[in-house]
């Protein structure tokens, strides 16, 4: 029977999995550490809900709402309460709600009238041709303005990515911008004459979709999708090499050894870097994947009396540019969003900090990630006394920054794929950073390589 080996049990392995599995695809998963889900982290106590990655799912591909339907998780999905929609970004000091609609940008108290004129002219600012790759932060400062990228575009960056805009590579990390520019010439064009594109895939702008999480948290769904798998998931298994054989490939764990027609490699970069591939005798090194930045990150989780916090924190949170001076790169207000994530008359809120930023924040102890943490929100959301709720993780090796240069990195993945038939790369580090991405990326995985048994 054709079989397949799934390196890595987080989002995308699991989707991945379950897909080939329903095919009638045997596949046997190997997860290096005790549990599944990868950054996908829930935990309840005291009353508290709390998420330590990813808060919510972005639904931006008909392929993920198939998923839910498919895993039979339609009845405990939530949607994020239609009030908390408004975003806050900080400047001046406090934080300032967004525009809803398009004409609000030209009141808001965000930008100046020089950011605002930016924003009329860009229509008519030439695109590059040239085809240099931009960092995100160049191309903001080339097709607008720096007050743009400061007060705006930094903040976005840090809430995606934890990342700098001035190294984010604009082609890898933020492809429909470029696609914008490259098709229509410009941002607020591409906006305006793509949405009839947009609305023929089935995809939907991530600014414009639909946000949801389920009644226990995001962890319902890699524990849906794990429970589907029975003996065929191997927790704190960690592959140390693949080996071609005439027929597929032979996985080598510390437990043994085991045949497989086929393998899916979706670990992270840094994991493959370390992973010994063998090809026709001789060894594919992978080291390269070693350079690819993993900065730190700590999620921090508060959980307040209501009348502790002077500010209404009804919205999806705020985001913060460094340029305002605050530790913190941004604050979601977990409990505005979704039912049951806090007792009655109490709140949360969950911060993140680290990232490219402030890398040496990420690793903070616990102690001090709590009081960073509490210092800045007692200014920007007006907190009084201590949080009656705490609870933090530290990522050290949280998000793949796509920095300038990463396509190197791809077109290594592509190539070893060539030279070495039947053996998949997948996840955050290839095809996108975000939870929809890497499950848009398992589902692809998993379409691609059943097609050929």
Known sequence: MKSVAIIGAGITGLTAAFY??????????????????????????????AEF??????????????????AGLESRKLATDPQAEARFVVRYGRPIEMPGKPLGFFTTKLFTARAKLAVLREPFIKPRRDGAEESIGQFVVRRFNQEFLDHAIDALVAGIYAGDPNKLSLPHAFPKLKALEDNYGSMIKGQIFGARDR?????????????????????????????????AL???????????????????????EAEFDK??????????????????????????????????????????????????SQGFGMLIPKIEGFKILGT?????????????????????????RYPELGLLP??????TTLADLRVLLGVKGQPVFTHTKTWPQAIPQYNVGYGKYRDLLTEIER?????????????????GDSIVSGVNIAERVAKLF
């Open 234 to 256: 191997k927790l704190n298994t960690s592959v140390t090499k693949l080996a071609q054989t005439a027929s597929g490939w032979r996985v080598t764990t510390a437990n043994g």
């Open 366 to 371: 616990e102690k001090d990630l709590i009081e």
């Open 20 to 49: 080939l599995k329903r095919q009638g695809v045997p596949v046997t998963v190997y997860e290096a550490s005790g549990r599944v889900g990868g950054v996908i982290q829930t935990v309840r106590k005291d009353g508290f809900l």
């Open 263 to 312: 393998v899916i490699y979706c670990g992270t970069a840094y994991q493959l870097a370390e992973l010994g591939i063998e090809v026709a005798q001789q060894h594919r090194p992978t080291e390269a994947f070693a350079e690819i930045s993993y900065p730190p990150v700590g999620a921090v989780v508060l959980g307040f009396r209501r009348e502790d916090v002077a500010h209404p």
């Open 53 to 70: 990655g990813p808060n919510t799912i972005l639904e931006t591909s008909p392929k993920i709402k198939q998923l839910v339907i498919d």
């Open 419 to 435: 030279t070495s038939p039947n053996l998949f790369f997948a996840g955050h580090y290839r095809d996108g950073v975000s939870l």
């Open 199 to 231: 609305k023929k895939s089935g995809e939907v702008a991530k600014d414009r979709a639909a946000k949801f999480s389920f009644d226990e948290g995001l962890q319902v769904l890699p524990d849906t999708l794990a429970a589907q798998l029975g003996d």
């Open 332 to 356: 979601i207000f977990s409990s505005a969003l979704f039912p049951n994530r806090a007792p009655a008359g109490h709140i949360t809120l969950t911060s993140y900090i680290g990232g490219a």
